[in-house]
C-alpha cells in the first residue's frame, strides 16, 4: 500500500502560479504511475495530469496543457503539479493518486489539498 500526502494548496490570484507536493511513502514500484486529479465544488473529480514513476512520462488534460507541468522526484519520493496562469476555473480540491501501471483504476489517493484562484 502506497500512503500519499498532498501540500502546497493555497488562494492565489489569476494569472498567478502554485506548487503542490506529493510526498509518497510505502512500497513504491518503479512501475507505479502518480497522477493529479481535481474535483470543483459540485463536479465530479477529473483527471489533470501523469507521470510514470520510472520513466517520467507525462500525460496532461487538455484543460491544463502547457500551463500545468508534472515532474518527480525518485529520491525524495514526490511528485509535483507545478501550475502557472491559474485561471477561476481551476478552483477545486487537488488530489494526488497512484496505481500499477497494470490496474486501470487508481487504488491509492491522498487526501487533497485546495487551491483556489480569485479573479
Known amino acids: 500500500q502506497v500512503q500519499l500526502v498532498e501540500s502546497g494548496g493555497g488562494l492565489v490570484q489569476a494569472g498567478g502560479s502554485l506548487r503542490l507536493s506529493c510526498a509518497a511513502s510505502?512500497?513504491?514500484?518503479?512501475?507505479?504511475?502518480m497522477a493529479w486529479f481535481r474535483q470543483a465544488p459540485g463536479k465530479e473529480r477529473v483527471f489533470v495530469a501523469r507521470i510514470s514513476w520510472s520513466g517520467g512520462i507525462t500525460i496532461y488534460a487538455d484543460s491544463v496543457k502547457g500551463r500545468f507541468t508534472i515532474s518527480r522526484d525518485s529520491a525524495k519520493n514526490t511528485v509535483y503539479l507545478q501550475m502557472n496562469s491559474l485561471k477561476p476555473e481551476d478552483t477545486a480540491v487537488y488530489y494526488c493518486?497512484?496505481?500499477?501501471?497494470?490496474?486501470?483504476?487508481?487504488?491509492?489517493w491522498g487526501q487533497g489539498t485546495q487551491v483556489t484562484v480569485s479573479s
Open positions: 510505502g512500497r513504491i514500484f518503479s512501475t507505479y504511475i
Open positions: 493518486a497512484a496505481k500499477s501501471s497494470g490496474r486501470f483504476d487508481y487504488d491509492n
